[in-house]
């Protein structure tokens, strides 16, 4: 954990913001929050105010930090500077805007404090928001490069489909760094990096993977049933899978609705009785004589029992009930007593 700061972000921005002509000083109080409501206000709404544009009022904020970078206070507050840049340097040197924040106060309108000495600081850079990470911050523009490219390959080296547990992830993106030149950061970083990414998630049971896959985006209770589900490890009755999904996720599961989704839901197979399993464990979907089907469209002909034996590794079911499967008209008993499917 990093140390606090120990400057009063309050009384520096108040310092830094008192040189100021009072327009410019509201303009830049207004834009950031700095008011002790802690506000902040769009170019839009301010320019209302004043009768002018937004672009002027753009224009107004943009001369007001321009302004305090220049002025005597700004050089007088080196330590708040080096303060600054300490916290980032131990919080990974790159940062999500939202960590740092989180990190350093827990007071709203302090907050804005903190971000507006990030902006007018030259010590800082920031990296905006886009379609593939969040908004950031760092002191060294070679590493915060050096991670998004990180980013960018353990994204491309996860398949959509699969999940990954947290330390195996973590060790990925690990080697990624290192081919980037950036060794050895403790886990505490690496998942205040990770938390970057736009592309990458964890899910509620601590996995990773892409966050377009339903399997990090949980939506649903279905999506809610598939992790109880892959973490059960075989088939449950749809009022386990709804209990258990109460117990791991605190969250409501009606067990009537539980077992509508499963239904509705192709991740999922019904194999016997209220029995659901997952389809990625090779279960097929159908009733029992649609898995009849399948396995003699592998095997062409088996025996009675050899039918038992295979449908009874997908299907919860009795042996009677695939041997009254075997009599249907898609199915033929051949002279040596194997059957077959009708051709």
């Known amino acids: 954990m990093p140390s606090m700061l120990t400057i009063s972000p309050k009384s520096v921005t108040k310092d830094l913001l008192s040189g100021l002509p009072e327009r410019s000083r509201k303009v830049l109080t207004d834009r950031f929050g700095l008011s002790p409501k802690g506000e902040m206000r769009t170019l839009d709404a301010i320019g209302k105010e004043y009768s002018i544009t937004r672009e002027r009022i753009r224009q107004i904020e943009s001369h007001g930090l321009n302004a305090v970078r220049e002025s005597e206070a700004y050089g007088a507050h080196s ?14 040197g790159v940062v999500p805007e939202e960590s740092i924040l989180r990190e350093l106060s827990k007071n709203e309108t302090e907050r ?5 000495l990030l902006t007018v600081g030259h010590h800082f850079g920031d990296r905006r928001e886009n379609v593939h990470f969040k908004t950031r911050w760092h002191a060294d523009e070679s590493l915060a490069e050096s991670v998004e490219r990180a980013l ?11 999940l990954t547990p947290e330390e ?34 964890r899910n509620p049971l601590g ?11 949980i939506k649903n209770t279905r999506d809610f049933a598939y992790l109880t589900l892959k973490r059960h ?20 599961a009606h067990p ?32 029992v004589r649609d898995v009849i089907r399948s396995i003699l469209e592998r095997e062409e002909a088996l025996s009675r029992d050899e039918i038992i034996e295979r449908v009874k590794r997908e299907r919860y079911v009795k042996d009677a009930t695939i041997a009254v499967n075997l009599q249907n ?3 033929i008993r051949l002279p040596d007593g194997k059957y077959t499917l009708v051709k």
């Open 79 to 92: 330590g708040a500077w080096e303060d600054l840049k300490r916290v980032i340097h131990e919080l990974g």
């Open 112 to 116: 804005n404090h903190i971000l507006f």
């Open 152 to 162: 960018s390959h353990l994204h491309e080296a996860v398949d959509v489909e699969f």
């Open 168 to 201: 195996e992830f973590l060790g990925l993106f690990a080697k990624f760094l290192k081919q980037e030149g950036v060794k050895n950061r403790s886990r505490e970083v690496l998942m205040r990096w990770l938390l970057i990414s736009k592309r990458v998630g």
């Open 207 to 217: 996995e990773w993977g892409r966050v377009e896959s339903p399997h990090v985006r």
């Open 233 to 252: 490890g075989s088939p449950m009755h749809f009022i386990e899978v709804a209990k258990n999904v109460e117990k791991l996720f605190e969250r409501k």
């Open 256 to 287: 009537a609705t539980t077992h509508n989704e499963l239904i509705k839901d192709n991740r999922f197979v019904l194999v016997g009785r209220g029995l659901y399993a997952l389809k990625e464990w090779g279960y097929e979907p159908g009733v």
């Open 329 to 331: 008209g898609m199915f």
